[in-house]
């Protein structure tokens, strides 16, 4: 068995790894000093019990447990924390741990907690058919190969037509962070959402590449359309990710020994070189739908949320592409969209200003008034009365 001790107190990590050597030689025990460096160590390992401490720098333990909760189901957390608050026990409990512990931890609590949930392990591998584990280490073993592979590495003797196999009709999926901060996080999101979402709509499997870039296969089931297919990765993403990001799912494809060459071309091209039905001109005509139904809709509540749903794009991305195609912010575009038509509608006498105020999109007649004098110096009335 694996385990991996986190926390950020060099003292308590090596304690704890000489307590857990001496106690158990069988395990293997890691330790590591921060969640982004037991991200990386998640990725690379099969950990079967981690032990994570719930406060530290940057990110802390109950972030690493809600990405983990997908994707590794089969993993035991026990929680030690010097904090016995009720709130953060009674969260690490809903993110499914093991075990809560208030430091200090004494040795032979740390044994005892060890050997339960080495005795609950074994009993789970009881329960696994020998169909199972072999499914469960291939899963491991595919995605450190294909990962290998892709990248033009030596697999040894893995025979790759077992994917081939599996996959005889599939799409890429490809994910690009727009962002350099906590890649190793974000990552294990997308992972995590993109799994589950491709076992609901058939089967496949994504890894990390290098740098920003993640890549999956994926296989759909018969009654699985490509575009609700798209449409819902897209949405789960949004509701996980809050940095800008870009996904492409790639055409129909049927030569898995073509993937190495359509991740060269996309790295070398771009995007827009993995789907090739989909013009260089995509993100213009994005923002022009965008800016279609702003304008049929401005009166109504019009989020940033909302408009980047209807062109099927990541909200903090729709909005860096909004301005560099416009010109000028989302929100102040919707703003001046609606200031130019309420003058317009002030010309009207027979409407009040409340009136035009709701037309334009405000059901606050303050908030409107603001909104107006900061544009134009004046009130709407103020304006009104100066049109005669």
């Known amino acids: 068995m694996n385990i991996l001790v986190v926390d950020d107190e060099r003292s308590i990590r090596d304690g704890f790894k000489r307590t857990l050597d001496k106690a158990y030689p069988h395990m293997n025990v ?6 982004q460096e037991a991200i990386i160590v998640l990725l ?19 972030e690493l447990l809600a990405a983990l909760r997908e994707s590794h189901l089969s993993t035991k957390v026990v929680i030690i924390s010097a904090h016995s608050k009720f709130a953060y026990a009674q969260e690490a409990l809903r993110l499914g741990v093991k075990d809560y512990v208030v430091k200090p931890v004494g040795k032979e609590p740390l044994i005892k907690i060890i050997s339960m949930l080495e005795n609950e392990w074994i009993e789970e591998m009881r329960d696994l058919s020998e169909k199972d584990l072999i499914h469960l280490n291939l899963n491991y073993l595919r995605e450190a190969v294909f990962r290998r592979w892709v990248r033009g590495l030596d697999i040894g003797r893995f025979d790759v037509s077992r994917f081939v196999e599996s996959h005889p009709r599939f799409h890429l999926v490809f994910v690009q962070l727009d962002t350099n901060q906590d890649i190793s996080l974000k990552h294990f999101v997308i992972e995590n959402v993109l799994s589950e979402w491709f076992e609901m709509n058939g089967n496949g499997f994504i890894v990390s590449l290098e740098g920003n870039i993640l890549v999956g296969v994926v296989t759909l089931r018969e009654d699985t359309g490509i575009c609700s297919f798209e449409e819902g990765a897209r949405k789960h993403l949004d509701q996980c990710l809050k940095v800008p990001y870009q996904m492409v799912v790639s055409r129909l494809l049927t030569d898995f020994h073509s993937i190495p060459d359509e991740i060269k071309n996309l790295q070398l091209t771009g995007f ?8 260089a001109s995509k993100n213009d005509e994005t923002i022009t739908i965008a800016l279609q139904y702003i304008r049929g809709h401005f009166q109504d509540t019009l989020s940033l949320e909302k408009v980047a749903s209807i062109v099927y794009l990541n909200p903090i ?11 000028i912010g989302y929100k102040d575009y919707v703003t001046q969209l609606r200031m130019e038509r309420a003058k317009e509608l002030l010309a009207n006498r027979g409407l009040r200003v409340t009136d035009v105020a709701r037309l334009v999109g405000y059901d606050d007649l303050r908030h409107f008034t603001q909104v107006f004098r900061k544009n134009y110096h004046c009130t709407p009335t103020e304006y009104r009365n100066e049109l005669t």
Do not use: N, W
């Open 30 to 35: 890691m330790t590591a000093e921060s969640c």
């Open 44 to 62: 690379s390992e099969r950990i079967h019990i981690l032990l994570l401490d719930i406060m530290m720098p940057a990110m802390d333990g109950l």
């Open 272 to 279: 827009s070189a993995l789907k090739k039905d989909v013009p």
């Open 317 to 327: 991305y729709f909005s860096q592409l909004f301005k560099q195609k416009t010109g």
